[in-house]
């Protein structure tokens, strides 16, 4: 309890810059010959996992493999089917879903963040500064009027801050822009406490979790590292992805058309490449394993 009340206060006067607490061993999650189901699908058949604390956790898998149901099920919002889950002792959850937000219905964006926290509006203002709500204009918005990307930063921001030691976090760069995701992964990095997070962002993955448990055959199975250090453990061979061919940089201009502006073709272009990248997302969530697409998919982002 006292390791818990110096956390917090840590945390309302630093924002969410903390220093990360040395990994004693002790256990946050403990689950045990765990299988899950639903309806009459199978989702996992004796399945183990154990996340220590200050540990940093990403959970992946094919849609539909039972990722959300895990989530909610070390919650308590769903019974298991067999096995045993429990939580450590002083363990204090927060859950943010990939579908629901809760956010007060009434007053400003700053109102909701000394409502939640309970920081005091210097220490308030600075969080919402690190979560890209910057400004007098953007901390007086009325949380009714956010958008939907928005709204999803402001409840990271209140969740990063609520006091809990121990996020679980569903697909939680839904709907956020690169920027936006930045400051996550910089949150994200920086949570003193315990993290277990779905994601489909690679970018993500191998920014934020020290460990990848991946849904493999009705089980689980963990890999140190991030998502490259994943791929690389699995022995997985992927080709080089074929690059696009460069446009002549140089090319005479019709006379009858004016030539682009080089800030205008590089708009173009990176136009084109996030259209790129979000269907390749849309393919790697319906098949994270397929590697031709991963690899594809790595190329756009990186260029």
Not at 11 to 35: C, D, H, M, N
Request: glycine share 8%.
């Amino acid at each position: 309890a006292e390791e818990l009340t110096s956390l917090t206060k840590r945390r309302r006067t630093l924002g969410f810059e903390f220093l990360k607490p040395p990994r004693s061993g002790r256990i946050v999650l403990e689950a045990t010959g765990v299988s899950l189901a639903a309806g009459d699908k199978e989702l996992l058949d004796n399945a183990t996992l154990v996340i220590e604390r200050g540990e940093h956790v990403a959970l992946v898998g094919p849609n539909g493999s039972g990722k959300t149901t895990l989530l909610e099920t070390v919650l308590g919002e769903r019974d298991a089917r067999a096995g045993t889950i429990r939580l450590g002792h002083g363990v204090i959850p927060a859950y943010f879903s990939q579908h629901d937000v809760e956010l007060p219905e009434r007053g400003s964006v700053l109102d909701a963040a000394v409502s939640a926290t309970r920081l005091p509006r210097p220490q308030a203002q600075t969080l919402l500064g690190r979560f890209l709500f910057s400004g007098w204009e953007a901390h007086e918005k009325q949380v009714a009027v956010l958008s939907g990307g928005e709204r999803r930063r402001l409840a990271l921001a209140l969740l990063v801050a609520s006091g809990a030691n121990f996020l679980v976090l569903d697909e939680p760069t839904n709907h956020l822009d690169l920027e936006s995701r930045e400051a996550l992964e910089a949150a994200l990095e920086a949570f003193p406490g315990t993290v277990l997070l779905v994601s489909h962002d690679r970018a993500v993955l191998d920014a934020v979790p020290d460990r990848i448990v991946a849904i493999e055959s009705r089980g689980l199975r963990s890999y140190d590292g991030g998502w490259a250090d994943l791929v690389q453990a699995r022995g997985e061979v992927t080709r080089p992805a074929e690059s696009a061919p460069e446009k002549p940089k140089h090319a005479r201009p019709r006379p009858a058309r004016k030539r682009p502006s080089e800030l205008e073709q590089v708009e173009a272009q990176i136009g084109e490449l996030e259209r790129q990248v979000a269907t390749l997302e849309e393919r790697l969530a319906a098949d994270w394993t397929d590697m031709d697409v991963l690899t594809a998919h790595r190329a756009a982002r990186d260029e």
